[in-house]
């Protein structure tokens, strides 16, 4: 089992940075792949961005260039760098593991991020 813990979330302006972190509970952090989530109200649930236990690390279009994702094995957490923040990068954030070892994954109980004026 792995317990995810989001914090960081938060109201800004336009323009500002949030960085989002997720907490992970539970044994072989490191083999995990661990992805960040949005879900806007009234859509689905989709991938921001995704880092495989060696680093390895993609984006949604929407957020390349604005979004970082990273990972620290040794404190069994992993981080969301959001610059550059849109109105339209509002949504509730969701921390997913996917341990592939077992085929399971999990997920966060979500951190809401708003970007308004």
């Known amino acids: 089992q792995v317990q995810l813990v989001e914090s960081g979330g938060g109201l800004v302006q336009p323009g500002e940075s949030l960085r989002l972190s997720c907490a992970a509970a539970g044994s072989g952090f490191n083999l995990l792949i661990m992805g960040w989530y949005q879900q806007a109200p009234g859509k689905e649930r989709e991938l921001v961005a995704r880092v495989t236990s060696s680093g390895t690390t993609n984006y949604a279009d929407s957020v390349k260039g604005r979004f970082t994702i990273s990972r620290d094995n040794a404190k069994n957490t992993m981080y969301l760098q959001m610059n550059s923040l849109k109105p339209e990068d509002t949504a509730v954030y969701y921390c997913?593991?996917?341990?592939?070892?077992?085929?399971?994954?999990?997920w966060g109980q979500g951190t809401q991020v708003t970007v308004s004026s």
């Open positions: 997913n593991a996917w341990a592939w070892t077992i085929g399971q994954e999990f």
